[in-house]
């Protein structure tokens, strides 16, 4: 999925290499695939943004308390031939760490009091968990939050090449949410000594969402900045400098920095080989889980 979505981007633009952003999950998908790429000899990405992701798992933080080997096997063995993982049942675990917020607040203040929630664009998109495929679920239970095998060089193999994250050696944004109950920031913090390119890491206020949709209208909350990436992440903090506002302001100085030249937006979208499919947002977005 990602080495298609890199070449979709090349056919569309014509552009040599871009910037890539992953986003959770999403990041760690990008990393290996641009381990793999290097192993390959290819260069189609400029720099690397990480938003709120692990690499290792050494402390996967509260979500821990439901891994064990048992759990991991029984998982493999009722997600076998093309089963679906049903995202209601993510969405439970997820609530569950934060079971005050998520679910014991509409108890009381819906069922008991008969108060009807307020719109929250934030809990609504938290709400909309999306089912994954069975096989993938599995593997990525056992290799990283059980094993942590993804920052094990050769220890994994991506479409026939040996993994090695060292080998990810561009320019990467890391961020991580300081209240983040899903990717521990400390956690996040520890990717730093498996990309060997020029790294920055940013801590943002809030949490695994809030800490990322913070747009700079808004000015709100604050992040980290130039602490010290040789220490402990809690080192870092105790030396970086805290800004006020968003961290996107931040982050647009570095990305304008890893990029060419602006030029003029496209009027069309796509191309012959990808016409556009519907307008946007599109239909599978508004599709529900359940």
């Known amino acids: 999925g990602v080495f298609k979505a890199m070449d979709a981007v090349q056919a569309i633009t014509g552009a040599k290499q871009m910037n890539a952003l992953g986003f959770c999950i999403g990041g760690a998908l990008l990393s290996c695939a641009l381990a793999v790429e290097k192993v390959k000899r290819k260069n189609r990405v400029a720099s690397l943004t990480l938003l709120t992701t692990m690499l290792e798992y050494t402390d996967v933080g509260e979500i821990g308390v439901y891994l064990d080997e048992k759990f991991v096997a029984n998982k493999e063995a009722e997600l076998q031939g093309g089963t679906?993982?049903?995202?209601?049942?993510?969405?439970?675990?997820?609530?569950?760490?934060?079971?005050?917020?998520?679910?014991?607040?509409?108890?009381?203040?819906?069922?008991?009091?008969?108060?009807?929630?307020?719109?929250?664009?934030?809990?609504?998109?938290?709400?909309?968990?999306?089912?994954?495929?069975?096989?993938?679920?599995?593997?990525?239970?056992?290799?990283?939050?059980?094993?942590?095998?993804?920052?094990?060089?050769?220890?994994?193999?991506?479409?026939?090449?040996?993994?090695?994250?060292?080998?990810?050696?561009?320019?990467?944004?890391?961020?991580?949410?300081?209240?983040?109950?899903?990717?521990?920031?400390?956690?996040?913090?520890?990717?730093?000594?498996?990309?060997?390119?020029?790294?920055?890491?940013?801590?943002?206020?809030?949490?695994?969402?809030?800490?990322?949709?913070?747009?700079?209208?808004?000015?709100?909350?604050?992040?980290?900045?130039?602490?010290?990436?040789?220490?402990?992440?809690?080192?870092?903090?105790?030396?970086?400098?805290?800004?006020?506002?968003?961290?996107?302001?931040?982050?647009?100085?570095?990305l304008a920095g890893q990029g060419g030249k602006a030029v003029a937006a496209p009027s069309e979208l796509g191309n012959n080989g990808h016409p556009p499919i519907e307008a946007a947002p599109g239909s599978y977005v508004k599709v529900r889980a359940h």
């Open 84 to 254: 679906v993982m049903d995202g209601k049942e993510l969405a439970t675990t997820f609530a569950s760490l934060r079971a005050n917020d998520l679910i014991w607040f509409f108890v009381v203040n819906n069922y008991l009091k008969g108060k009807t929630p307020d719109a929250f664009d934030l809990l609504y998109w938290n709400s909309d968990s999306t089912n994954l495929p069975g096989c993938m679920y599995a593997w990525y239970l056992r290799n990283t939050y059980w094993e942590d095998n993804l920052v094990k060089p050769g220890k994994l193999e991506i479409c026939g090449t040996p993994l090695d994250l060292g080998k990810v050696s561009l320019p990467t944004y890391i961020l991580a949410a300081r209240e983040d109950h899903i990717v521990p920031w400390h956690t996040a913090f520890g990717s730093l000594k498996h990309l060997k390119g020029d790294n920055t890491f940013v801590l943002a206020a809030s949490g695994h969402i809030a800490g990322v949709v913070n747009p700079v209208s808004k000015n709100k909350r604050s992040y980290w900045i130039d602490g010290p990436q040789t220490g402990s992440a809690h080192d870092w903090l105790a030396s970086a400098e805290e800004r006020p506002g968003s961290w996107w302001s931040n982050w647009s100085q570095w």
